[in-house]
């Protein structure tokens, strides 16, 4: 498994940009799948994007497809998370995840887990 430690969250304005680093630890992160997940009050934790441990494809939720932006950089070990055009609807917390699998979008395929960052947007 990989320690997964998330930061870059915040408070920014309808419009505005974040970008989200998640950085792990352990021998095994160019060998996995990581996820970004998000999860506002009261909803379940939702897939938002994901990207495959050779970085060859990505995959996008429809609500963020063209505005945000996954990318990761094996030697550094993080998985990041550009974040576009925001909207007060992208307001939530932020978990990074990783998994073994490719092509899966569903919380319980992803077996290692951040400990979420807050990102607010405001109008």
């Known amino acids: 498994q990989v320690q997964l430690v998330e930061s870059g969250g915040g408070v920014v304005q309808t419009g505005g940009s974040l970008r989200l680093s998640c950085a792990a630890s352990?021998?095994?992160?160019?060998?996995?799948?990581m996820g970004w997940f998000r999860q506002a009050p009261g909803k379940e934790r939702e897939f938002v994007a994901a990207?495959?441990?050779?970085?060859?494809?990505?995959s996008y939720a429809d609500s963020v497809k063209g505005r945000f932006t996954i990318s990761r950089d094996n030697a550094k070990s993080t998985v990041y998370l550009q974040m576009n055009s925001l909207e007060v609807g992208d307001t939530a917390v932020y978990y990074c995840a990783a998994t073994r699998y490719w092509g899966v979008t569903v919380a319980r395929a992803f077996g290692s887990w951040g400990q979420g960052t807050q990102v607010t947007v405001s109008s």
């Open positions: 352990g021998r095994t992160f160019s060998s996995v799948t």
């Open positions: 990207i495959r441990w050779d970085a060859t494809e990505t």
